[in-house]
């Protein structure tokens, strides 16, 4: 009732953008930011856009926000090649004072004092310099401005870049030619007739492609070129493209930083390419990434989600789950020869399900209190995540459900019926595999939500209320239910005699 209760006044609210009108964007801060002279956060990132979305006036945005965390899993990797170009796998507090960068910061993450920043610290310590703002506001312009007010200076500004990319030809600087679409593909041959400089980091990207960009306006340094590239991965059309591996090699120095690049990219799958057309496609691919991480002048790219497109997806989502209760009803019915043992299985997920949707919509209370604060409970909706989650909390219950059912037709023998003294017995059985199953896995989903990161947090709150939920109701939901359906099927037959 409260689950339903909940769901009922928040209506729409409860939907992720996968499934309602909205839209999403990256706001990627720089590497030094701090917020308040705190290393930034998922909490004090949404707090900071929340108070500016308001302060602005834009209330819709202010209710509906989500920002989580960008992960990025190589962010210790693209640090050091940023900031400690010697390849030491260090960063000194002179190499970053040079930089011009923010000596707080480094203070923050250099906690043995030592004045390096050693990788193990790194992994310890550093932040995440990428988060992802979803929100049923269809105005991009309210989100930049947001950002603009809550972040300001610490928003990595970006200005357009002009560029060439070399086609056929040779790269003097390289010592290796040229395709003639520009996208050259770095095998064996290629690295042999590199120039000795440069044939390691060809020989790295095996089966990758290289462009050679060149007249790069106004100059750049790699670190830059390096952001950009690793920006537009971020970007929701070009999640495909995560993975790869991207090296940045400055050709022709030029002030600050280079106006000639070489830039190898090779892909995450080697296997995946071997297919005809397939490395092409690849290529194709990382040329317009390149292109578009060059001549964007903003950092923050924004995606809309159209409404009927996101109806269009609720609705399959929610086909999904009517169409799993109905293949559990048919299999049941199959395996224990009568419709009530899989229609007393799908009230028992139907209870489970509506609990899991209504916990997910009592998070929106729960997360500004001192119990949802405990219990690290965040404002959750129901996305694509939560669907999946909830198909696998089904899928668990109807498992355990199975279980006791089938001890309750052994004990039942040969009987037509079954009596409340066969389904007390089974369930006594079972209880302890019960337990101790469920146990099991709540131990691993909870170590998973504690420290599984931001990016599987929705996922596994649903799950750790799905297995509580479940294994109570395959117990003392599902297996009743057996005896109240035949006693309700008695008194319907015996009325019906009776006329």
Not at 305 to 318: K, M, Q, V, Y
């Amino acid at each position: 009732a409260m689950g339903i209760g909940s769901l009922a006044v928040q209506g729409r609210d409860i939907w992720g953008i996968e499934f309602s009108s909205g839209a999403q964007a990256i706001i990627p801060l720089e590497d030094d930011t701090l917020l308040e002279g705190k290393l930034p956060n998922d909490k004090a990132v949404r707090e900071d856009f929340i108070a500016a979305a308001a302060k602005l006036g834009y209330d819709k945005l202010a209710a509906t926000a989500r920002v989580e965390t960008q992960l990025n899993p190589n962010r210790v990797r693209d640090f050091l090649r940023d900031h400690d170009p010697s390849g030491e796998g260090r960063v000194t507090r002179a190499k970053w004072l040079a930089a011009k960068h923010n000596p707080e910061f480094f203070d923050k993450i250099d906690t043995d004092k030592d004045g390096l920043l050693s990788r193990d610290e790194l992994k310890s310590n550093l932040p995440a310099s990428s988060y992802q703002v979803s929100t049923t506001d269809m105005d991009v312009d309210h989100i930049r401005r947001a950002a603009d007010e809550a972040f300001g200076e610490s928003l990595v500004i970006r200005t357009r870049c002009r560029f060439k990319i070399t086609a056929s030809g040779q790269s003097q600087a390289m010592g290796v030619p040229i395709a003639a679409n520009g996208a050259t593909r770095i095998n064996k041959r290629l690295w042999r007739r590199a120039n000795q400089a440069y044939r390691d980091e060809l020989e790295d990207n095996a089966d990758g492609v290289m462009f050679v960009m060149r007249d790069v306006r106004p100059n750049i340094t790699c670190a830059e070129l390096r952001q950009r590239i690793r920006e537009m991965r971020f970007q929701p059309d070009y999640a495909g493209q995560l993975l790869h591996k991207t090296t940045v090699i400055g050709l022709q120095p030029a002030g600050e930083g280079y106006e000639s690049f070489a830039i190898l990219v090779r892909p995450a799958d080697t296997e995946a390419i071997q297919a005809p057309g397939a490395w092409e496609k690849f290529a194709e691919q990382e040329r317009k990434l390149v292109e578009l991480a060059l001549g964007r002048e903003e950092a923050m790219v924004a995606t809309k989600f159209d409404a009927a497109i996101a109806g269009e997806t609720a609705n399959r989502a929610i086909f999904a789950v009517i169409v799993s209760w109905l293949a559990i009803v048919g299999y049941l019915w199959l395996r224990f020869g009568t419709w009530r043992w899989g229609a007393a299985a799908v009230v028992c997920l139907i209870h489970d399900t509506v609990i899991v949707i209504g916990l997910v919509a009592v998070s929106g209370w729960l997360c500004d209190t001192l119990l949802g604060q405990t219990l690290m409970i965040r404002s959750f909706k129901i996305d694509l995540a939560m669907v999946a989650a909830a198909l696998t909390v089904i899928g668990y219950s109807v498992n355990d459900t199975i279980v006791v059912f089938d001890r309750i037709r052994e004990n039942r023998g040969k009987l037509t019926a079954v009596s409340p003294l066969v389904i007390n017995t089974s369930i006594n059985q079972t209880l302890a595999r019960t337990l101790l199953t469920s146990g099991t896995t709540f131990i691993v989903v909870l170590i998973m939500y504690v420290w599984g990161g931001p990016g599987i947090h929705a996922f596994n709150y649903a799950l750790l209320v799905g297995i509580l939920f479940g294994t109570y109701s395959s117990v003392a939901v599902a297996s009743p239910l057996l005896m109240g359906l035949r006693k309700a099927l008695v008194a319907r037959t015996a009325g019906a005699v009776a006329e």
